[in-house]
C-alpha cells in the first residue's frame, strides 16, 4: 500500500528525513514512535505535500501511485489522508460547508457526482453521533475556539467521512482526555478494513494501548533506526530512545 | 472655478484618492463652503427617520463616465432606525457621501459593498447626538485591477454610552488598489462610550495595494475602545489543510477568501439580504479567478 524508499527531506535548507523507508501492507496499522525533533511531523508533512518541504530524493508511492509528482488535494484524491497535530484553524467556514467542499472536491476527481445535500447531512451528524460531537457544532466555524480535544475529534470525523485509503495519524493523542482518546481510537479502529492501511505517530504508548498496532517503526534522526512487532512499544516506554539517538 | 480647488493627495483626508488628478483640470460649478463631495454633488438630500420609526434604504452608485457625487443626510429620531445598504460598482469618478445623525437610542446599520470604479469613495460621516445610540458601520471592498475604492467614515460620539461597531473587511486583485479611512471621535461629554473598529485587508496578488489609516481620538475617560488594522496574503496555513482534504487550490482560495468577508455582513441585515450580498461577492471571486 504504502511505499517509501530512500526518501530525504529538506526544510530550508536543512535535512530532516535522511534516507528513510517504511512499507506498510494494505488492511495492517504501523506505528512511527520516535523522540522530538526525530523528523516524525516532517515525514507526515512532506507525504501530504506541503509547501517547503522539499522532496530532495527518494520515492513514496500509495497503492503503486507516485504521491510526490501530485499536488496536495490530488494525493487526497487518491487515498491520503493527514490527521494533524495541530488542527487549523478556519474563521468564517462551518465544519459542514468545510467537509462538504471536501468530500466532493475528492468525489469529482474520482469522476462521481456531488453527494446531495440531505444524504450529506445525514452522514455527518451520524459520523458526529459516533464521536460524541454536538451536532449544533457543525455549524461553527471550523476549529476556531475548539479545545485541543475537540479539534482531534473533529480530525477523526473528517477522517470518517472521507473514508481515506490511507490514513497518517499525527499525534492525535495529543489535547486529548483518556475518554476522548478511547473514542477516538474506537473510531479509528472502525475504519481498520483490509483494503485500508494507517501510520500512527506518537511519542507515547497511550494511544497504541487503544490502536494496536501490527508494527512498530522508530524514527531518529531522520531514519528508521529499528523495527518490530507490537513488543516494541513496550520496550520504548520501560527504556526510552536514548540508545537509538546514541546509534543514530 | 477650476479643477485645482478639488483636493490632491497633499489634502490628509484625500492622501489614498488622488482626486485631483483623477478629475483632471475639467471645470466644475461648485457650491460655496462645505464638504468637497457635497459641493461636487450641488445638492444635498435630506431624510428624516421619526422617532420610533425603521428605514431601510438601499443604494445602487453605478454611474457612467464623467464625476458622479452625490450627498445626503440623514436625521435619525430617538429610538429610531436607519439601515443603509450601499452598493458601489464600476463607472469614472463615484463619489458618496452620507451624514447620519443619531438622537438618543437610535441606530444605525450599514453595510457598503464597494467593487470600486477608476475612483470610488463612500464617506460616511455620523455624529452620536444623542445617548445611548448604536452604530454598526461596516464595509467591503473588492477591488480588480484598475479600480480604486475608498471607504471613508468619522463617527464621532458627542453623547455618553454609545456604542460603534466597525468592522471594514476588502481584497484587491493585482493592480487594484483598496483605501480605508476610519476616524473616531470620543468627546470628553461621551463617556461610557464603546467603540471598536477593525479593518482587514488582504491582498489576492503581488501587485495589489491596500492603505488603511485608522484613528481613534479619545477624549473622555471612562470608555472603551479598541482597534486593530492588519493587511496580508492568504492565510498559506489553511490553505495547505484545505487542499490536503482534497480541495483544489483555486476552490480553496475562494471559499476561505468568502469566508474572510463574510465575517463583514451584519448579522442584522438577515438571511436574504446577506446572502444577495454574498452571491455579488462570490461573482466577483469567479470571475478574478478566470
Known amino acids: 500500500m504504502l511505499e517509501i524508499e530512500n526518501l530525504h527531506v529538506s526544510v530550508d535548507g536543512a535535512e530532516i528525513i535522511r534516507g528513510l523507508s517504511l512499507r506498510v501492507p494494505a488492511g495492517e496499522t504501523h506505528a512511527l514512535m520516535g523522540p522530538n525533533g526525530s523528523g516524525k511531523s516532517t ?30 488535494e490530488e494525493r487526497a484524491a487518491s487515498g491520503l489522508f493527514l490527521s494533524f497535530q ?31 445535500a440531505p444524504e450529506l447531512l445525514k452522514l455527518l451528524r451520524a459520523k458526529a453521533e459516533a464521536l460524541k460531537i454536538d ?15 475537540e479539534k482531534k475529534r473533529f480530525e477523526a470525523l473528517q477522517m470518517a467521512v472521507l473514508e481515506p485509503r490511507f490514513a497518517i495519524l499525527d499525534e492525535t493523542d495529543s489535547g486529548l482526555d483518556i475518554d476522548a482518546l478511547r473514542i477516538v481510537a474506537e473510531n479509528v479502529n472502525a475504519l481498520r478494513a483490509p483494503q485500508r492501511a494507517m501510520l500512527v505517530i506518537t511519542h507515547y504508548q497511550r494511544l497504541l494501548d487503544y490502536i494496536k498496532p501490527d508494527r512498530v517503526h522508530v524514527l531518529a534522526a531522520g531514519r528508521i533506526v529499528a ?22 | 472655478m477650476s479643477a485645482a480647488l478639488l483636493p490632491t493627495r497633499r489634502v490628509e483626508a484625500w492622501k489614498y484618492s488622488d482626486l485631483h488628478a483623477a478629475v483632471g483640470d475639467a471645470p466644475f460649478a461648485l457650491r460655496e463652503g462645505g464638504h468637497i463631495i457635497e459641493r461636487l454633488a450641488g445638492t444635498t438630500e435630506r431624510r428624516e427617520v421619526r422617532a420610533g420609526d425603521h428605514l431601510v434604504v438601499a443604494e445602487r452608485i453605478d454611474g457612467g463616465g464623467g464625476v458622479d457625487a452625490r450627498a445626503a443626510d440623514f436625521a435619525v429620531g430617538e429610538g429610531a432606525s ?31 459593498l464597494a467593487f470600486g470604479a477608476r475612483l470610488a469613495r463612500v464617506e460616511t460621516q455620523v455624529d452620536v447626538d444623542g ?9 467591503l471592498y473588492l477591488v480588480a485591477a484598475g479600480r480604486h475604492a475608498d471607504l471613508t467614515s468619522v463617527i464621532h460620539h458627542h453623547a455618553p454610552a454609545g456604542v460603534t461597531r466597525q468592522l471594514v473587511k476588502g481584497v484587491a486583485a493585482k493592480g487594484g488598489r483598496g483605501v480605508f479611512q476610519g476616524k473616531i471621535v470620543v468627546d470628553r461629554a461621551a463617556q461610557k462610550t464603546d467603540a471598536r473598529q477593525h479593518h482587514h485587508g488582504m491582498l489576492l496578488a503581488a501587485g495589489a495595494e491596500i492603505f488603511a ?27 495547505f489543510y484545505m487542499r490536503s482534504r482534497g480541495v483544489t487550490e483555486a476552490e480553496a482560495r475562494a471559499l476561505l477568501v468568502e469566508a474572510f468577508l463574510a465575517e463583514a455582513l451584519p448579522e442584522s441585515l438577515g438571511a436574504e439580504l446577506r446572502e444577495d450580498l454574498m452571491g455579488r461577492m462570490r461573482a466577483w471571486l469567479r470571475e478574478a479567478r478566470s
Do not use: W
Request: hydrophobic share 45%; charged share 25%; proline share 5%.
Open chain 1, 86 to 116: 495541530y488542527p487549523v484553524e478556519i474563521p468564517g467556514l462551518s465544519a459542514i460547508a468545510f467537509l462538504k467542499a471536501a468530500l466532493n472536491a475528492q468525489r469529482a476527481a474520482r469522476g462521481e457526482a456531488p453527494m446531495p
Open chain 2, 82 to 112: 436607519l439601515t443603509r445598504v450601499v452598493i458601489q460598482d464600476g463607472g469614472e469618478v463615484q463619489l458618496s457621501l452620507a451624514r447620519v445623525r443619531l438622537a438618543a437610542r437610535a441606530k444605525l446599520t450599514q453595510i457598503v
Open chain 1, 43 to 72: 515525514l507526515a508533512y512532506a507525504l501530504s505535500g506541503r509547501d517547503g518541504y522539499e522532496v530532495t530524493r527518494g520515492r513514496a508511492a500509495l497503492a503503486g501511485v507516485d504521491l510526490l509528482a501530485l499536488t496536495p
Open chain 1, 135 to 149: 451536532a449544533e457544532m457543525l455549524k461553527r466555524p471550523l476549529n476556531v475556539g475548539f479545545s485541543g480535544g
Open chain 2, 213 to 239: 489609516k485608522p484613528e481613534l481620538m479619545i477624549y473622555a475617560d471612562d470608555v472603551q475602545c479598541a482597534h486593530g488594522n492588519t493587511a496580508g496574503g492568504i492565510d498559506e496555513r489553511a490553505l
Open chain 2, 131 to 139: 445617548e445611548g445610540a448604536f452604530v454598526e458601520l461596516n464595509g
Open chain 1, 227 to 248: 523495527e518490530g512487532g507490537p513488543e516494541l512499544v513496550h520496550e520504548l516506554e520501560r527504556e526510552g530512545y536514548d540508545k537509538y539517538l546514541r546509534a543514530a
